[in-house]
Structure formats: structure tokens, C-alpha cells
């Protein structure tokens, strides 16, 4: 082969017909057979040599792409125009190439100069959408796939692009996009995916559920797949399924901390503490600025002796999140439990107090409280405050349908005890 090169070399520098015809027929065979450098110093001397063949540049610059050469082959196709103006397949390439080096402006000029000659030209609409969309002109991206579907409506590219788009801009027609295209295309991973993440999103993982079982009868080893579906356990309030479904995808060979993560949560709201803390540990070392993966391992940690360390995963995750009043009135609950269990009841007081504080809508640290002050330090004036404050923090929330169940279910405990310890301190004229 490189005898010929050179052959060809010597014959393409000789003015005689008969030599470029030789050189013109041999190109094809030079390209198909990989030898892209050879191509490419063959026809630039015949180009050289006034030779003005359609073949010759297209090879040429063909070979350039391969060779990752995407500037050269942008000027011989340039050149090529000159002497093939108006030559489509020349036109096409060169709006290619232009994408290719990233200059989205040329790419599209030349895509839009195709759709203008070709108003049904699929793959240019395609490429002025995908143009459109990194320019971040979603308007304009919408428009040319909508263009798509006008003349091939079951177009699975456009469909799922057009879904991705509205969805990055939290439209819920993305749905209706990408249930079409599973709908047309129920055996395509990626519609599958995209509308199955679609439903968890919008808090429908049940629907999730069939779609991820259908994709793992046709592919039992489906890690992303085995994911979701452990997700949409997890999401749908079936964390014993998910902890099933996270630990499949760790035997299919799945390391990432989604994984661990998710797993570790559901293990945790299954009472299986000691899971979580494996899980979340594992998580950790993936991604130590997880505020979530410190507040359940803390979480974890807290009904161990661990208590120390309990404490400062539940700190973490207060540093690393601003969180809303809820959850840090959650995590000060937390950490006023360990310091409960510890018999450190005067801490523990003071971070319930905080978490009251915290999220004045939420009553029970209020309850704990009263019952440190009754129960554990035997203040009781200053319990039957707090009980008080309680009830009158129950009777400021709605009705007990919208409210807090856990609170209602406990007012009658306290205000039994409140009577007992009115009874008490009279008796003990400390009222």
C-alpha cells in the first residue's frame, strides 16, 4: 500500500490525463480502506494540478473529518463551493464541520441555507434545534422540532429533545412528549428513562414502577434501571422494596453514592440502623458535603453508643445546608434525643427549646420539654408551664385532619398530666 501511495504520489505530479484519471479511480479505494493521510496528499496534488472533480475535494475533506483535521477540512470544502457552488452534499458537510469546531453562528447559517433549499430536510431542522438549544434559544429550538414532527410526527429524536427542553424549563408538556415517544418506542432505553425520572419528579413514582419492571424483563442486568426502580420504591413510601432494588444494583457491580445514599435512607426508615450507618458511611467517602447523608447517618448513629459521633454528623448537616425551619427544627429534635438517652437532660432541654424556636408550628419539642422538666429533672411548676404552652400551641394549628396528628394524639396525655400536677402542687401548696 505505500508503494501505491507513492506511485500515485509520482503519477498525480505528471500533467497527463491518463496519470489523474489513474489517481481520481484509486481515491475511493485509499478512503474505504482507512488510508485517510494517503487520501488527503493524493488529491490535494491533484487539486494542485487544476484537477476540479467533485470527488476529489469530497474525499479529501472527508478524510480531513476522520483525521479529526477540522479546520483543513472546513477550507477544502470552502474551495469546493467555489468551483461547486450550490452543491448541497458540499453545503451539508460544511454546516457539519462548522458544528463540529463548535461555530454555532456559521453551523446554523448553513443549516438554515439547507431547510431554505429543503424545507423537509429532517436532519437540518434537527441540527438548527440542537444549534438553537446550546445557544440557549429554547423558542427557536422548539420551533425547528416542531418542524420535525410536522413532516415525520413519530421522529424519535425530536420528540425526546423537545421533551428535554420543556422539562429544563419545568413545562409539563415535557411528559407528553416523552410519553409518545415510549408509547411509539416502548423497547428505547432512553424514552423509557426519561419519562420514568419524569413521573418521580412530578411525584408520581408509582407510575414509574411498570416502566422500569418492562425494561428489566428485556435487560436483567440493567443497573440504571434497577436504580430507578429502587428510587421510585423509595419515593412512593416502600423503602423495603428499595432496599431490595439499591442492593440488586450493588450485586450488578453499582458503586455511585446515589446508590448507597438512597439505600441507606430506606434501611434507616425500615429501623434497620445498622444497615444505614454501612450505607451511609459508604456514601460519605463518595461525598463528604452531603448535608443529607450526615443528617440520616447521625440519625443512625443516635441509637447506637456512637452518640458522640451521632452528634457531629447532625451538625454537619446544619453547616452544610440552609435549610427550611422544619429541618433544623428536625435535626435539633434529633440531637435533643441523644442528649435524652445520654441522661444529659439539661442539654437536652435547651436544644428541644431550639428546635421549638426553630419551627414554632411544630409543638412536640415543646412536649419533650415538659417532660424532661416532669419526668427527669422534677421541676414541675416549670413542666406544667410547658405543658400549658403546648396545648396553647395545638390550639393555634388547624383542624386535626390538616394539623399535627402526632400532637393531638398526645393532648390528652398532658392535659391528664396537667391536672395530676395542678392536684400535686396543691397538696404541696406550691401553687
Known amino acids: 500500500m505505500r ?11 505528471i500533467l497527463s490525463p491518463w496519470y489523474t484519471l489513474l489517481a481520481q479511480e484509486n481515491l475511493p479505494d485509499l478512503y474505504y480502506s482507512g488510508n485517510y493521510q494517503d487520501v488527503i496528499d493524493v488529491s490535494a496534488n491533484l487539486i494542485a494540478s487544476g484537477d476540479t472533480a467533485f470527488n476529489t475535494f469530497y474525499l479529501k475533506a472527508l478524510s480531513e473529518a476522520q483525521l479529526g483535521q477540522t479546520p483543513e477540512a472546513i477550507r477544502t470544502l470552502q474551495q469546493a463551493l467555489t468551483v461547486h457552488p450550490g452543491e448541497s452534499g458540499l453545503s451539508r458537510m460544511l454546516a457539519g464541520q462548522y458544528f463540529d469546531a463548535g461555530n454555532y453562528v456559521k453551523a446554523g447559517e448553513g443549516y438554515t441555507d439547507l431547510v431554505q433549499w429543503d424545507s423537509t430536510d429532517v436532519s437540518s431542522w434537527i441540527k438548527l434545534a440542537e444549534i438553537a438549544s446550546f445557544r440557549q434559544q429554547y423558542d427557536e429550538a422548539i420551533n425547528a422540532l416542531n418542524q420535525v414532527l410536522a413532516i415525520d410526527s413519530i421522529n424519535l429524536g425530536s420528540l425526546m429533545m423537545m421533551g428535554d427542553i420543556l422539562n429544563r424549563h419545568k413545562n409539563t408538556g415535557a411528559v407528553v412528549c416523552y410519553e409518545r415517544a415510549f408509547h411509539l418506542y416502548p423497547h428505547n432505553q432512553k424514552a423509557a428513562y426519561a419519562l420514568g ?12 414502577i411498570p416502566i422500569c419492571e418492562a425494561m428489566l424483563e428485556l435487560d436483567t442486568a440493567s443497573i440504571k434501571f434497577s436504580k430507578l426502580l429502587g428510587y421510585a420504591y423509595y419515593k412512593t413510601g416502600d423503602p423495603g422494596f428499595a432496599v431490595n432494588w439499591f442492593e440488586y444494583a450493588n450485586r450488578l457491580g453499582d458503586s455511585t453514592i446515589f446508590t448507597f445514599k438512597f439505600k441507606g435512607i430506606s434501611q434507616y426508615l425500615q429501623v434497620d440502623f445498622n444497615g444505614a450507618i454501612e450505607s451511609l458511611r459508604y456514601a460519605l467517602k463518595k461525598d463528604s458535603l452531603d448535608a443529607e447523608v450526615h443528617f440520616f447517618l447521625g440519625a443512625s448513629m443516635a441509637t447506637t453508643k456512637a452518640k458522640t459521633e451521632a452528634m457531629y454528623h447532625l451538625e454537619r448537616s446544619l453547616e452544610l445546608m440552609q435549610p427550611a425551619p422544619s429541618i433544623v427544627s428536625r435535626i435539633y429534635s434529633e440531637q435533643g434525643n441523644i442528649k435524652r438517652l445520654e441522661m444529659k437532660y439539661e442539654a437536652a432541654y435547651v436544644l428541644y427549646n431550639l428546635a421549638w424556636e426553630a419551627d414554632t408550628t411544630s409543638p412536640m419539642p415543646l412536649y419533650y420539654m415538659a417532660s424532661i422538666l416532669d419526668n427527669s429533672l422534677r421541676q414541675l411548676k416549670e413542666a406544667l408551664v410547658d405543658y400549658q404552652r403546648f396545648i396553647d400551641a395545638l390550639d393555634r394549628l388547624p383542624k386535626p385532619e390538616n394539623g399535627n396528628k402526632q400532637g393531638v394524639s398526645v393532648r390528652a396525655i398532658v392535659e391528664d398530666r396537667i391536672v395530676t400536677l395542678k392536684e400535686e402542687l396543691f397538696f404541696r401548696d406550691e401553687q
Open 197 to 208: 425520572n419524569w413521573y418521580i419528579q412530578a411525584n408520581n413514582g408509582w407510575k414509574t
Open 3 to 13: 508503494q501505491q501511495r507513492h506511485f500515485l504520489l509520482t503519477v498525480a505530479l
